[in-house]
């Protein structure tokens, strides 16, 4: 069973930074994609930031510039660099596949709180 576990959120202040973490078990993170979403409250789930098991990269436009995602392919593990965080970015962070259907279950998610 495919398991993603999302952690490194957190509460800080607009021009901060955080890093996020996404363990995620072996079979998937080796055979797709992988990209971060989130979702602020009352907001659909957006996909953030993508990266392909080669490493080659996509960002959002609102992200652009100030995210950098990255991965580990011998730990299974992918990274989301936060920096020059705004009020807007405020969200639960998820990880999953990098595509519009056929998700991974979701993991719980880690809460980002952008606010002075």
């Known amino acids: 069973q495919v398991q993603l576990v999302e952690s490194g959120g957190g509460l800080v202040q607009p021009g901060g930074s955080l890093r996020l973490s996404c363990a995620a078990s072996g079979s998937i993170f080796a055979a797709y994609a992988m990209g971060w979403y989130r979702q602020a409250p009352g907001k659909q789930r957006e996909l953030v930031a993508s990266i392909t098991y080669s490493g080659r990269t996509n960002y959002a436009d609102s992200v652009t510039g100030r995210f950098t995602i990255s991965r580990d392919n011998g730990k299974n593990t992918m990274y989301l660099q936060m920096n020059s965080l705004k009020t807007e970015d405020t969200a639960v962070y998820y990880c999953?596949?990098?595509?519009?259907?056929?998700?991974?279950?979701w993991g719980q998610g880690t809460q980002v709180t952008v606010s002075s």
């Open positions: 999953n596949v990098a595509r519009t259907t056929d998700f991974a279950s």
